[in-house]
């Protein structure tokens, strides 16, 4: 019994991103013309997981109080790459997934160390490299094409046994191998100490640095996975500064949304999975209803403000002043 | 009677000759130390008296200048916090180093989690935190907690069972008991017995005799970076304790005191002030032209009262009047508004006085923009005629108003926040311990320029840790404990036995004329 109550109190800001989600997406269902047909979870599911990879990424890095505003780019970055490479024979296709893995890995890496070793502040450091990744990408497609093995993207956008959405087995996946190892690690819980009280953790002799290290460079792979599925998705690769900046914009959005606080050490990447969700179902939510199509980002903008200012209740209990700015 | 055991085995710490310098203040000066198993051994002194730095060399958080560690006769010397509690030496500091996002258990182990499959071992880590918190007589708070849901006095006992959890040898418990609720103190006490008991050696750095006198075997004076006395608990009295605390070198002078002008009404007074369980009912009274004094112990609410004063708190109790009416004050911007012309010069000058990248200039003048300006326009010339008479007035060494204040010395910053806040000419000047770490001729022009701002009537109130400047600085002095007044001292009584006994709370017999 009070077991349980430990439980629920750890786990409050990734239930709070499921509450939400649940809600919505059942207004949602309710209010759609179709109702719930493995079609609609089947889209829903494939643009959610498509956010939920960058929010995932983003919450890593947040964790330990650091941001990461290049995951967008990231995410750009990979899908031209993955449009040029994820081709051919089944070997050919697998080197290609290993080598857009592998690039998202090298730029959050970079991220990291700019961070760490450059003593750089995660924020303007990661809008540079996402200037960066940018560029790259857009030299390596200036204009939208490309291909990818359609047997490999139809499989991991489809539907398993006729009604399980593939995308979300391929998220699980990605979550038990990249998100419970490391939450499960020392290096993970050195990165919620670093992102909690960083003086501390380093007074106990936390390996705070190599914490952050991986954070960003797990950020980067997860943005890679993210791109890898935004090629099969859409079976193109396209160099669209505003499409990543909106990932990144609404990967911020999912994190908090998922109950991961932005001044490090709380929350958790499963969160920022519901958050990612929750936040897609906004924008959809917004479609069955009807809404002009000129008024959606402003709704969308209100919701979020709304949301946000939700995780920052905690400050009205501050009750020495000093504490505001701390 | 001194400490020196006679016997054959070697004792498990010895210091010898240990100093250590911050700049150039001598912190520790050949001080030595021998620490015995199954004893719980108490260290004395005010502040300033190189306690914390001993201990903060014993546990590998600094390291010495000179001297030498020998633990069972082996010369150790530690890196890193990590080394000395590998060594055995674990330490509790008054400063909390818990993570407020993880659990108890997770706290327990941070330093070295038990693993499996290179994961953590969250069973076995369970197990550890509940046999540590067990030993720490806190077996009630559950594993699965988070830190930040405990309460003060519990967090206090995860940190000493966070210590436990190392198997040490030798236990330092640094002011470990200020935040504790006294039935708490009692169940830390019981558990240090047992830990006694089992063969640990304790040293226990407290400045409630009371507490010392139930706890310890033997005790330690330190006085100006130096062990002066050791003898065993219980064969000194309390005005001999504090007579061998007193005896600091006095290194600087001060203006003469004018004869205080009772008469006049108080500018600043607050009656029945509380905050949390910082504060506790306190009244007190500054008159124009009167420097009023704040002592006792560091860290007994002297700044929570300044900060309170100055409207940073929030839910305060009691009420603060200025000019004998009741104000509320709620934001600095308040307390420095024209009616209460209130100033706070704060303890951290670079985060809370200056803004370090940024000019002179501007620093002397953000406090007082709006009075520098014209219909919402910074008037340079008389910007630049206040800046003038403020670099003259503080004599503030500096290339020129536009250098950035990072630039300057220590001293020459600290005189930079004072006249940011003279510029406003405050009619009541708070101080947070404003010479700590400045050179002695700075402090000097500090002690003149304080007793001058009295003169033209303003009414200071001035926190200090240094004893000597409360007795040639002030014209009463208010000594707290605990958030409390537990004395207050005027003209000829303000002595350095007076402020010790009272700072520590205990009687010292009367008849000693100091």
Redesign the interface.
């Known amino acids: 019994m009070?077991?349980w109550r430990?439980?629920l109190?750890?786990q409050r800001g990734t239930l709070i991103g499921l509450a939400i989600f649940v809600l919505m997406f059942a207004v949602y269902i309710a209010n759609h013309p179709a109702g719930l047909t493995a079609n609609v979870a089947q889209t829903a599911a494939n643009k959610g997981v498509l956010l939920a990879f960058v929010a995932m990424a983003q919450a890593m890095v947040v964790i330990t109080a650091g941001i990461d505003l290049s995951v967008g780019m990231i995410l750009v970055l990979t899908n031209c790459l993955a449009s040029w490479i994820v081709v051919g024979t089944p070997m050919q296709t697998t080197a290609g997934v290993l080598g857009v893995l592998l690039a998202g890995t090298i730029c959050g890496a970079i991220n990291g160390l700019l961070v760490i070793k450059g003593r750089l502040q995660p924020i303007v450091a990661t809008i540079a490299t996402g200037a960066v990744y940018f560029g790259l990408a857009l030299l390596l497609r200036p204009f939208p094409g490309g291909a990818v093995n359609e047997d490999l993207a139809d499989a991991v956008t489809g539907r398993i046994f006729g009604i399980i959405p593939s995308s979300l087995v391929v998220m699980l996946v990605v979550v038990l191998l990249v998100w419970l190892?490391f939450r499960?690690?020392?290096i993970g819980?050195a990165a919620?100490?670093a992102?909690?009280?960083e003086a501390?953790?380093f007074?106990?002799?936390?390996p705070i640095r190599r914490a952050k290290l991986v954070a960003y460079t797990l950020a980067g792979l997860l943005a890679g996975v993210g791109g890898l599925f935004l090629t099969f998705f859409t079976y193109t690769g396209e160099a669209a500064y505003a499409s990543g900046s909106g990932y990144t914009l609404w990967s911020i959005a999912a994190v908090v949304l998922g109950g991961v606080s932005l001044y490090g050490?709380?929350g958790s990447a499963v969160g920022a999975i519901f958050g990612a969700f929750a936040a897609r179902t906004t924008g959809d939510m917004l479609f069955v209803f009807d809404v002009d199509p000129l008024w959606q980002p402003l709704l969308q903008g209100i919701v979020l403000l709304i949301a946000i200012s939700i995780g920052a209740i905690g400050l009205l209990r501050?009750?020495?002043?000093?504490e505001w700015f701390r | 009677m001194t400490s020196t055991q006679s016997q054959s085995n070697a004792p498990l710490l010895r210091m010898e000759g240990i100093g250590k310098r911050y700049g150039g203040v001598r912190a520790l000066d050949s001080a030595s130390l021998v620490v015995e198993s199954g004893r719980i051994h108490a260290i004395l002194g005010e502040n300033g008296a190189g306690k914390s730095t001993l201990i903060k060399i014993m546990a590998g958080?600094v390291a010495p200048d000179e001297g030498q560690m020998l633990l069972k006769d082996q010369a150790v010397s530690f890196r890193?916090?990590?080394e000395a509690?590998a060594a055995g030496i674990a330490c509790v500091?008054q400063e909390?180093?818990?993570?407020?996002?993880?659990?108890v258990a997770?706290n327990i182990s941070?330093?070295n989690?038990p693993?499996r499959l290179?994961?953590?071992d969250?069973k076995a880590q369970r197990r550890l935190s509940e046999e540590a918190l067990a030993r720490a007589g806190a077996g009630d708070i559950?594993p699965?907690?988070?830190v930040r849901?405990l309460p003060l006095s519990r967090r206090q006992l995860v940190e000493i069972a966070k210590a436990l959890a190392w198997m040490p040898r030798i236990l330092i418990l640094d002011e470990a008991t200020s935040a504790l609720t006294a039935s708490d103190v009692t169940k830390v006490f019981a558990v240090l017995k047992r830990l006694r008991a089992e063969g640990l050696a304790i040293l226990y750095i407290s400045h409630r005799m009371h507490e010392i006198a139930e706890l310890a075997d033997e005790c330690t004076v330190f006085r100006n970076g130096r062990n002066v006395a050791s003898y065993a608990a219980g064969t000194r009295s309390n005005s001999e304790v504090v007579e061998m605390m007193i005896g600091r070198e006095v290194s600087s002078a001060f203006p003469p005191k004018p004869a205080a002008r009772i008469h006049a009404a108080p500018v600043l007074s607050c009656k029945n002030l509380g905050?949390?369980d910082r504060l506790r009912d306190i009244s007190l009274e500054v008159r124009p032209g009167e420097v009023v004094g704040l002592g006792g112990l560091d860290g007994q609410g002297q700044r929570e009262l300044l900060?309170g004063l100055f409207?940073?708190?929030?839910?305060t109790s009691g009420t603060i009047s200025i000019d004998g009416a009741a104000r509320s004050i709620t934001?600095p911007g308040a307390a420095r508004a024209g009616t209460i012309g209130m100033a706070l010069i704060p303890e951290d000058r670079k985060t809370?006085g200056l803004l370090l990248p940024m000019t002179v200039r501007e620093n002397l003048s953000f406090a007082a923009l709006d009075r520098l300006s014209r219909h919402g326009v910074i008037d340079r010339d008389r910007e630049n005629a206040s800046i003038e008479e403020m670099v003259r007035l503080l004599a503030i060494k500096t290339a020129g108003a536009d250098t950035p204040v990072g630039a300057l010395s220590g001293g020459n910053q600290q005189k930079v926040v004072i006249a940011k806040w003279l510029t406003r000419r405050p009619r009541i000047l708070l101080l947070n311990d404003p010479t700590r770490g400045i050179d002695v001729g700075t402090k000097q022009e500090i002690y003149q320029l304080l007793r001058r701002l009295a003169e033209e009537g303003s009414a200071i109130l001035f926190y200090s840790t240094d004893y000597d400047e409360l007795i040639g600085c002030c014209d009463r002095v208010l000594v707290l404990y605990d958030g409390k007044i537990v004395k207050e001292l005027a003209g000829g009584e303000i002595t350095e036995r007076a402020l010790i006994s009272s700072a520590l709370n205990v009687q010292t017999e009367p008849e000693a004329a100091a």
């Open positions: 009070s077991e430990y439980w109190n750890e190892p499960r690690s020392e819980r919620y100490a992102g909690s009280a501390a953790a007074m106990s002799g936390v050490g709380r501050v009750r020495n002043r000093l | 958080v890193s916090p990590a509690a500091f909390l180093s818990l993570i407020p996002d993880l659990s997770d941070i330093s989690p693993r290179g994961l953590i969250r559950h699965r907690a988070l849901d905050w949390s900060l409207g940073v708190l929030r839910g934001s809370e």
